[in-house]
């Protein structure tokens, strides 16, 4: 099964059904702990190791590049039914198809799911891109956590780091949008005789504690997702 290993080592698993699961044991076999947004399940008619394929398939794009249509180099001579993709696109299951508009005979993946629908994260891409931001943020932010104070002009520089990131990702149409909020700054930016003794003693806590919370939002696929950081600065 998956697992989310920390910072860094975020896992995606892939499996492959059995080529004899009858269309009637899809609900009971698809179901917890299969069911997970860092499942990718694939149903096929091959002897091949598709699971692996499919890895492969996997690994070969960028991370927002959606799986659909994605050619799958495997050998399999029949094709999925039409009733059949309905009873695996009802539990999630990705299938192989060979579409009769692209020329070749070639095989290609009838869709790029996650097996769980329950939250805003049922296709791969979506979960490898929302890996990929986390990532390409903690990483430009290592070298400057712990030198950074926290003061106004420190969290400023640690959001300026960030839209750096996130930026250039708007402008290639990797997402369409994204915010930083960070509650401590707000209080920074305040005139320090308009606060009031709750919010001067949160400032004097996240000093004292060295912690900032930062929440980045972020909006891809048509939904935003929020990545919660957590910062270690200077007094």
């Known amino acids: 099964m998956t697992a989310d290993l920390g910072d860094g080592k975020e896992r995606i698993g892939v499996a492959m059904l059995d080529p004899a699961v009858k269309q009637s044991d899809l609900k009971s076999l698809v179901s917890p702990p299969v069911i997970d947004e860092r499942m990718v399940l694939i149903a096929h008619k091959s002897n091949d190791d598709v699971a692996a394929a499919l890895a492969g398939v996997i690994a070969g794009y960028e991370p927002h590049i959606s799986l659909l249509l994605k050619p799958i180099s495997i050998a399999m001579a029949d094709v999925f039914s039409d ?6 696109n009802d539990v999630l299951v990705n299938w192989v198809t060979r ?5 070749g005979q070639a095989l290609y993946l009838g869709e790029g799911y996650t097996s ?7 296709y791969v891409d979506i979960v490898r891109t929302l890996d990929d931001i986390n990532f390409r943020i903690k990483a430009a932010l290592i070298e400057v956590i712990g030198n950074l104070r926290t003061s106004r002009v420190g ?19 990797v997402i369409a949008d994204f915010s ?14 308009d606060l009031s ?13 060295r912690l900032v919370d930062m929440t980045v939002q972020v909006v891809y696929a048509g939904a935003i997702h929020r990545l919660k950081i957590d910062l270690v600065l200077k007094g």
């Open 197 to 209: 003794a709750a919010e001067a003693q949160e400032i004097s806590d996240a000093r004292a504690s």
């Open 116 to 122: 769980d629908a329950s939250h805003d994260k049922k």
């Open 99 to 103: 579409p009769v508009l692209l020329p």
């Open 83 to 88: 009733t059949e993709i309905d009873g695996f």
């Open 155 to 173: 969290l400023r520089a640690v959001e300026t780091i960030v839209q750096s990131v996130l930026a250039p990702l708007v402008a290639r149409q």
């Open 180 to 193: 930083i909020v960070i509650p401590l700054l707000t209080l920074l930016d305040k005139d320090p005789a």
